[in-house]
């Protein structure tokens, strides 16, 4: 009798063993991190619009919720490891942290000077997924082996405004540029799409932030843009230090676009078609605020690196890359147009919103606009024109 | 004399037939539904419902229509002949889609919000279950022999195989990007399943749980990212089936036995969902930007008329 109980014993025991080694060896981790370093606030026109300090994270959050969701039926969990490196701290020490740890999935928002030094740090052991640069070098003649790019570039902005201006037939640019490095480079790239698309730049002025106690919005703007006509004002101000003042000033009643007024953007409040509502309620949900373009990006790398775990069950940089810039990888992105990479460059194919404050106007490519592969390569540095492999 | 009878005969005969069968719109963005004669081609009258309604089904007797309201977070229970609200069902927040069962005793909505599925006793009237899902459940459908609740989530890009009686889910089939509608065939061995971001549709066996077929669509002259399968219908017989193509402005009529698609049939704009006339002579479609339905004779596939119904047209359902 006891041989018997102890034999039982012994069996369930076993089994026990058993079927934990098969959720053991089933349930697959997968780990990420988020790599970003706390900035400076940045003078502003406006204290209405508040400093968000973790545009990016929430966005990131999201894409780790929904992965989760799914990987309770695939038996994968997927963790986030936030990585935010203080004002004077080391991010390259930070980076050189993660990689120590074997994290090989890393989601870096930082400026382009720093992602250029990761770059060179990583020596394409990692996978990068860049949520925050815009930088056209990076897509053209500076390609950055093993990262991913989800934000469309200048020129694919650039791009985006200049076919709405063609088919406004708004020909005609007077541009405005700021005195930053940044601008100099939107400026660049609003003058690429002008040619592009057969529009003429009939006047460019910069304007120079000058400490003048006479000078103030209500005189200034109506002198400074007293040129010859032009359809529309296109002013290149990133971090919009003068920007909004234009509209309503000028001297010619004419609409603006660029960085203020009319924007090209990834992501915005207004969006709601293709099921975008959802996203942009669930996203409230969670952070408490409207969703940003850089939450946005993160949100697509998370849901990226999710659907190359789903559909291959491998977790390593490589083959996450591999399916990431292969033919089947399809991202549903909520703007009615599968996202997938440029193999050439690592930018992420996407329609470009062209938004005003509280309205969304178009998204772009527009109708009409054709490519003999895929429409949404009318948008940016096409692989024709680009130098990188 | 006996002319002007046997005129009035048939005419009489005419307007019985004509009045026979009623088509039901949910117009999402007029917050009401259409009521359309569609033998006359006529729109017959609208009537104000609640906020944003979206799916749209009637009961197997045809007696009484349900109409999600998203907005108000309720499925309404309608009497399909008076059009009045007998109940608001607990349906759970921003019910988008639902399904019933053969034999009209169970409703399960898909939260879209939640990810979940809301069971609803149809004959209490209480909600007795939710299940808890991938992201953003839509398409939804029941089993003709009643045993598995199938349910889509479009960013998780899954099926969901629920069993009917323990509310378990027992298995997943990852699908194409972003899932939107599922249709059982009448024999219960298939299911067909669309994808808008892949522009694919797929067809799994219901036995196994896998896809064993994937259709591909292709309309000389349109891009391929303007082809985002919605709606799918199969007939009785699995002899055809009609996908809607949305952006597309088509419906695709699908070779049910040699999976080739025969034809593209050109409807109004962003066509969004799809319903069979009672004995399949005619297929209904909702163009969710033109803002009217398009008919489609099935004898001869052919689209017939279409009629203006009012803004955004979603769903429909057809009353004997």
Redesign the interface.
């Given at each position: 009798m006891l041989t018997v109980r102890l034999l039982l014993f012994y069996l369930l025991l076993l089994s026990l063993v058993c079927s934990n080694r098969l959720i053991a060896s089933e349930q697959q981790e997968i780990k990420i991190a988020y790599l970003t370093q706390e900035q400076q606030v940045p003078s502003a026109l406006s204290n209405l619009e508040p400093f968000i300090t973790d545009k990016g994270l929430q966005g990131a959050l999201l894409g780790l919720k929904d992965n989760n969701t799914t990987g309770q039926f695939t038996a994968q969990n997927y963790l986030l490891e936030q990585v935010i490196v203080p004002i004077d701290g080391d991010v390259k020490q930070a980076f050189a942290e993660i990689l120590e740890q074997g994290v090989r999935l890393i989601i870096v928002n930082l400026p382009a000077e720093q992602l250029l030094q990761l770059h060179q740090l990583n020596n394409n052991q990692a996978l990068l997924f860049d949520v925050a640069t815009r930088t056209d070098a990076f897509r053209h003649n500076q390609c950055l082996s093993n990262v991913l790019h989800l934000l469309p570039s200048r020129a694919m902005r650039a791009d985006a405004l200049a076919q709405y201006m063609l088919k406004k037939r708004w020909n005609r640019w007077f541009l405005v540029t700021g005195n930053t490095a940044e601008d100099a480079l939107y400026a660049q790239a609003i003058k690429r799409s002008a040619k592009r698309f057969g529009m003429k730049i009939i006047a460019e002025k910069k304007w120079l932030h000058t400490y003048d106690a006479r000078r103030t919005a209500q005189s200034d703007i109506p002198v400074f843009t007293q040129v010859d006509d032009y359809d529309v004002l296109v002013v290149a101000d990133e971090q919009g230090l003068f920007g909004e003042y234009i509209s309503y000033r000028s001297w010619l009643p004419r609409p603006v676009i660029g960085t203020q007024g009319l924007v090209a953007t990834a992501w915005h409040r207004t969006h709601e078609q293709w099921g975008a509502v959802q996203i942009q309620n669930r996203f409230k949900a969670l952070a408490n605020r409207y969703m940003q373009e850089q939450d946005y990006a993160a949100y697509l790398a998370a849901r990226a690196i999710g659907e190359a775990v789903t559909r291959t069950r491998a977790v390593d940089a490589v083959s996450v890359k591999a399916y990431l810039l292969s033919d089947r990888f399809k991202l549903q992105g909520y703007k009615g147009k599968p996202l997938s990479f440029r193999s050439w460059n690592g930018q992420l194919r996407q329609p470009v919103l062209l938004a005003a404050p509280t309205s969304l106007v178009i998204a772009a490519p527009l109708e009409g606009f054709l490519h003999p592969t895929n429409e949404l390569d009318t948008l940016g540095y096409d692989q024709p024109e680009t130098h990188c492999q | 004399m006996h002319t002007k009878v046997l005129i009035s005969a048939g005419l009489l005969l005419f307007s019985i037939v004509s009045s026979a069968e009623t088509v039901f719109v949910s117009l999402e963005k007029d917050n009401a539904i259409a009521v359309v004669d569609p033998i006359a081609g006529k729109l017959i009258k609208t009537v104000n419902i609640g906020q944003r309604p979206r799916g749209i089904q009637l009961s197997p007797d045809a007696q009484t229509l349900y109409i999600a309201t998203s907005d108000d977070d309720t499925v309404l229970e309608v009497d399909a002949n008076t059009l009045a609200v007998k109940s608001k069902l607990p349906s759970g927040e921003d019910p988008e889609t639902f399904a019933i069962n053969s034999a009209g005793t169970h409703m399960y909505v898909s939260n879209?919000?939640d990810?979940q599925v809301t069971v609803i006793d149809l004959l209490t009237r209480q909600a007795i279950h939710t299940i808890?899902v991938?992201?953003?459940p839509e398409g939804i459908a029941v089993s003709p022999d009643n045993l598995w609740i199938v349910s889509a989530?479009?960013?998780?890009?899954?099926v969901?195989w629920i069993d009917a009686k323990t509310y378990e889910?027992k298995a997943?089939t990852?699908v194409?990007?972003?899932p939107r509608a599922l249709s059982f065939t009448a024999d219960g061995q298939q299911l067909w399943v669309t994808s808008e971001?892949?522009g694919t549709l797929m067809i799994i066996d219901v036995a196994t749980k896998e896809i064993s077929q994937r259709i591909h669509f292709a309309v000389p002259g349109l891009?391929k990212?303007k082809i985002?399968p919605v709606g799918v219908v199969v007939d009785k017989k699995r002899q055809w089936a009609y996908v809607a193509l949305g952006?597309a402005n088509r419906v695709a009529v699908v070779n049910a036995q040699t999976y080739e698609v025969e034809k593209y049939l050109l409807v109004g704009a962003r066509v969004w969902n799809l319903a069979f006339s009672p004995e399949q002579k005619r297929l209904y479609t909702t163009n969710g930007v033109s803002h009217d339905i398009s008919i489609i004779d099935l004898d001869d596939h052919k689209v017939t008329k279409s009629i203006a119904v009012g803004r955004y047209p979603w769903g429909l359902a057809v009353k004997p």
């Open positions: - | 879209e919000d990810n808890s991938g992201v953003e989530s479009e960013t998780t890009n899954m969901h889910i997943n990852l194409d990007p972003r971001i892949d891009g990212e985002q952006p």
